[in-house]
């Protein structure tokens, strides 16, 4: 083993406990929680070593990065997705590589995604991104709907062809009423899941909490946790 690879061994190692005692702690089974690791900045090369060690999802929030680091890692059993704010003139690139999109938050998104997965005949998991610090223009700081946006965007999912609705994302806010409240925060998301999946059963992803509040994630009930930091360090960004 490499001086790197056995870096995240051991990273991996201690974000899985972290994993299974907030799993145990909320009464929950293991299996229960995803663990995705969000590779940006990070090299194909991390992305190859993670695979060897097991990882099986991945994460990007830049087209321009991941496009070819998702290139070079093809012959991987990798499931990507792309958790960051996306332009439409991103999607064809972006629709060639992810398996989900975490953050779709608007009706363009959802046609250009709808077009670009048709003409790659691929479907894409598609999971809307909910803004808990939404302002009056229905949108959040770092992206997202409010939750009054939620029902609209899923039955455009729903309906569009190469389209499949996974369920709920949000970043923990900055602002408003949930700032520094991350457990109350997540616990709205899952709020909003299981009103969601009253007319969506199938959609019952709850993508929530990073590095350092995977633990209130998966108190509140999350599915899915992105971790970057904690397993893979920090380091300059690329170029």
């Given at each position: 083993m ?8 051991a990273?991996l ?9 907030a ?13 995705i ?32 680091k ?6 991987l ?33 959802v ?17 809307i991104?909910?803004a ?43 602002t ?9 925060a997540f ?17 019952n ?18 599915t ?16």
């Amino acid at each position: 083993m490499t001086d790197r690879k056995d870096e995240l061994a051991a990273n991996l190692a201690k974000v899985e406990e972290r994993i299974a005692a907030a799993c145990a702690a909320a009464g929950r089974p293991r299996e229960e929680v995803t663990l995705i690791v969000v590779t940006k900045t990070y090299p194909a090369s991390d992305v190859r070593m993670l695979a060897e060690l097991g990882v099986r999802h991945v994460a990007e929030n830049r087209d321009q990065d991941a496009a070819p680091k998702a290139a070079a890692c093809a012959d991987l059993p990798l499931t990507w997705h792309f958790v960051g704010q996306l332009q439409t003139n991103k999607v064809r690139s972006v629709v060639g590589y992810a398996d989900l999109v975490q953050s779709v938050d608007r009706s363009k998104l959802v046609t250009v995604l709808s077009k670009e997965a048709v003409r790659a005949g691929r479907e894409v998991g598609c999971l809307i991104q909910v803004a808990l610090d939404a302002d009056e223009s229905g949108r959040g700081e770092r992206g997202g709907v409010g939750p009054e946006g939620i029902e609209e965007l899923a039955d455009l999912i729903d309906g569009a062809p190469g389209l499949r609705l996974g369920g709920l994302m949000t970043v923990a806010p900055l602002t408003g009423e949930y700032a520094g409240r991350q457990r109350a925060a997540f616990e709205r998301l899952v709020d909003l899941s299981s009103d969601l999946r009253r007319a969506h059963p199938a959609a019952n992803m709850v993508s929530a909490g990073m590095s350092a509040d995977l633990e209130q994630a998966v108190a509140a009930g999350a599915t899915h946790v992105r971790v970057g930091t904690a397993v893979l360090g920090v380091r300059a960004r690329l170029g």
